[in-house]
């Protein structure tokens, strides 16, 4: 994995958990993510 694709993603998780409110929000962002980092790479 390149350097920056591994800073995109370290940014994207950190902005979305600053964007929680609620542990069950969190659950659910962090699935989006996987989510959407696994389509990215397929």
């Known amino acids: ?3 920056s694709l ?3 993603i370290a940014s ?3 902005t ?3 964007a929680c409110n609620t542990v ?3 659950g659910r ?3 989006s993510v996987g989510r959407a ?3 990215a790479m397929h």
């Open 1 to 3: 994995m390149s350097k």
């Open 6 to 8: 591994a800073l995109l």
């Open 12 to 14: 994207l998780l950190l």
């Open 16 to 18: 979305t958990l600053a």
């Open 24 to 26: 069950q929000g969190v």
């Open 29 to 31: 962002d962090i699935e």
């Open 37 to 39: 980092g696994k389509d």
